[in-house]
């Protein structure tokens, strides 16, 4: 068995407009989920703190109060720090290629290992193949940077590794 053999090489270039698409993606992806839990248990904090008023529970209205200040702190601030930090950081690199090679359980990137039952989701664009590692991190794998095998192949290939978590996704980002 060829078990060590690569059945796919890519080297992705990573620069600031495919960063860019990608957290369009991510953001047009996983958005509104994150927008309606944060209305839902704000609306739920705010009750309990307008209940805990009328009734004049001073120490209970306290805690809600900072309840709520700390999950909207926790759901706006840090989330916008870190893509702040992450930009900061992707900046520092710019125009950095990454080589991926595709083997028949694993893929390697900078000589880390990384498996396909692992992978929390996998979707298509038009452009790039977004191998999410959990539900933030992603690696962006350009349809163009196949040096062997093609886009067509691997787009057939990683459907059968990740069948569940494999999605093709129209871009709205790419209008170039």
Do not use: W
């Not at 709520?68 to 710019?94: D, H, T």
């Not at 996998?122 to 193949?129: H, K, L």
């Not at 196949?146 to 590794?161: L, S, Y």
């Amino acid at each position: 068995m060829k078990k060590n053999n690569p059945l796919f090489k890519n080297v992705t270039k990573y620069s600031d407009q495919s960063y860019q698409k990608f957290v369009n993606f991510h953001t047009n992806k996983y958005n509104m989920s994150y927008k309606f839990y944060t209305i839902v248990i704000s609306i739920l904090i705010v009750y309990c703190f307008i209940l805990n008023i009328m009734q004049k529970n001073i120490g209970l209205t306290l805690i809600f109060l900072a309840m709520l200040v700390g999950f909207l702190i926790m759901r706006i601030y840090i989330p916008a720090k870190e893509y702040l930090k992450n930009k900061k950081r992707f900046s520092n690199n710019q125009s950095s290629f990454f080589t991926f090679i595709f083997y028949n359980f694993y893929f390697t990137i900078n000589d880390r290992r990384f498996y396909y039952f692992k992978l929390h989701k996998v979707f298509e664009t038009s452009d790039y193949f977004y191998l999410y590692v959990n539900e933030d991190t992603a690696f962006l794998v350009s349809k163009n940077g196949f040096k062997m095998g093609n886009a067509t192949e691997f787009t057939e290939f990683i459907k059968k590794k990740c069948l569940l978590k494999y999605s093709r996704q129209k871009d709205s980002t790419s209008q170039n």
